[in-house]
């Protein structure tokens, strides 16, 4: 077996410790006033007492437009392909709702970032974060991932000066993980990569309202490109496991990822898109099931090609996240644990994407 292999064995094992509290190491890497918050909430798989699951739902036009103004009746819900009734529905945003319960989480991913591109990126979010003497839109927090932990402000301002000064402090250096085991050590970097996405995600679930997670890099490593085999079924398991957790824990504490590439494309660039497909069995799961860029489709989110406009692609998350829509229906009954149900939200209008789950685990 190599090590690749019995390194990823090893995180799926931990992972749902991972995601019941923070790992003790990790944890120290924040600052010390995040040093006693709580774990992130166990969440379970079942509908709340209502009886109903609730999804986020944001609706863009060609142009990339968020759209204000649409009501119940401008969306039709599919579970599995079969409409089912909205049992209720709110629109925040816009006309309907001035305040702005959405907190942004930037995170800059100098794990998997080449460090010619970490510098480019820190360059356009100082000036993102300095412009109009740093006057945010709504609070915004940041996060720094490096092979030294997780450093940056985590706790959510309107003030970006703070931001890009916290930016400015952060001390990133070359990266410093291990290439002796797969691919650049690509098992390493999909290990931590994985880790801090919920040390961010358990920070994050302890704020009201929909929180949106920013994440710029260029994606986790997709270790089925790296020389892993299928995986025995015992592991098959562990992945789905893994992937059922991390779906209920976004969906239920109403976090969305979205995902922008920074640097030049390359032939993986858009290797996730093979893995978009939901996993309805253990045997159907595999590793590249939890990457980056597919976790941000399946929670709703937007992944942004490679390209140098950074701070255009945040300033399209920030309006994007301003304007969504909150619907919630009663989910048939599951005929067995972690049964998948797809997800799909229609608008009435042509011309108009949604953006929202692509699916949801039932239970019993």
């Not at 437009?65 to 816009?94: E, H």
């Not at 996730?272 to 069995?281: Q, T």
């Amino acid at each position: 077996m190599s090590q690749v292999y019995r390194n990823f064995c090893f995180l799926l094992v931990c992972l749902p410790l991972l995601l019941i509290a923070p790992p003790a190491a990790a944890q120290s890497t924040l600052p010390p006033s995040q040093s006693g918050s709580a774990p992130l909430p166990a969440s379970s798989t079942a509908p709340s007492n209502s009886g109903r699951l609730t999804i986020d739902v944001s609706v863009i036009d060609a142009k990339g437009a968020p759209v204000p103004g649409l009501t119940q009746s401008d969306f039709t819900l599919l579970d599995d392909r079969k409409p089912v009734p909205i049992a209720s529905f709110q629109a925040f945003g816009g006309a309907q709702s001035p305040a702005r319960p959405d907190e942004v989480a930037v995170v800059l991913d100098a794990v998997n970032l080449e460090f010619r591109y970490v510098g480019y990126a820190r360059q356009q979010l100082d000036k993102f974060f300095r412009a109009n003497e740093g006057r945010l839109s709504q609070p915004m927090s940041l996060f720094v991932t490096s092979d030294r932990g997780v450093t940056g402000l985590p706790q959510p301002t309107a003030n970006g000066v703070a931001i890009a000064d916290a930016l400015d402090s952060a001390q990133i250096g070359l990266r410093f993980v291990g290439r002796s085991a797969g691919l650049y050590g690509a098992d390493e970097r999909f290990e931590m990569s994985l880790r801090m996405f919920m040390q961010i995600a358990q920070t994050l679930a302890q704020q009201p309202g929909r929180k949106l997670i920013v994440w710029i890099g260029p994606g986790w490593p997709l270790l089925n490109f790296v020389g892993l085999n299928a995986p025995s079924p015992q592991t098959a398991q562990q992945y789905f496991d893994a992937i059922v957790r991390i779906s209920t824990v976004m969906r239920q504490n109403h976090i969305t990822l979205d995902s922008i590439s920074a640097g030049f494309p390359n032939a993986l660039t858009f290797e996730y898109e093979s893995f978009l497909k939901g996993v309805k069995s253990p045997d159907q799961a595999n590793a590249g099931n939890l990457g980056e860029k597919v976790i941000a489709v399946e929670s709703g989110g937007i992944v942004f090609a490679p390209e140098f406009d950074l701070p255009g692609d945040l300033q399209r998350c920030i309006d994007d996240a301003s304007i969504f829509y909150r619907i919630s229906f009663v989910p048939p009954p599951a005929d067995k644990p972690d049964q998948y149900h797809s997800l799909e939200v229609r608008p009435a209008r042509r011309g108009l994407k949604v953006l929202a789950s692509t699916g949801y685990y039932g239970q019993p």
